[in-house]
């Protein structure tokens, strides 16, 4: 079955931000493997947001997509205090975390309300606890 997407795939170049390699490969998927029913909204008014998905019964997905390349330099996950983080280490061997908190970083960014987020790092998915 056929999803809708929003803006149409002809319309896509007309985004005021292009989509990224790894965007195009997330809608890709998404129009490929979602079961029918759901809509695919890319970079709706909402923020940043990249993509919306929606389904009249089973409700609300939202995602922002970071297209690192992971090949780049190696990464690691390490959970301080139950906290994951994300950490690498430079050409001299020396650790060093990575500035960006996605799971925070979701809360800051679209909590006022109750946010319950998925974030997945280095294949490994994590969870926050939902805001109140």
């Not at 809708?4 to 195009?24: D, K, M, N, V, Y």
């Not at 908190?101 to 606890?129: E, F, H, I, Q, W």
């Amino acid at each position: 079955m056929a999803h809708l997407i929003c803006p149409a795939r002809e319309e896509l170049h007309s985004l005021r931000t292009p989509l990224t390699t790894g965007e195009l490969q997330v809608l890709e998927f998404f129009d490929r493997y979602l079961p029918g029913g759901w809509e695919i909204y890319v970079q709706p008014h909402l923020n940043e947001l990249r993509f919306v998905l929606l389904h009249p019964q089973l409700g609300i997905a939202v995602f922002e997509v970071k297209d690192w390349n992971l090949d780049a330099m190696p990464y690691l996950v390490r959970e301080i205090n139950g906290v994951p983080s994300l950490w690498s280490w430079d050409q001299l061997g020396q650790e060093f975390r990575q500035g960006l908190k996605p799971l925070s970083m979701a809360g800051a960014t679209y909590g006022t309300g109750r946010l319950d987020a998925t974030v997945v790092l280095c294949g490994r998915a994590y969870r926050n606890r939902p805001l109140h």
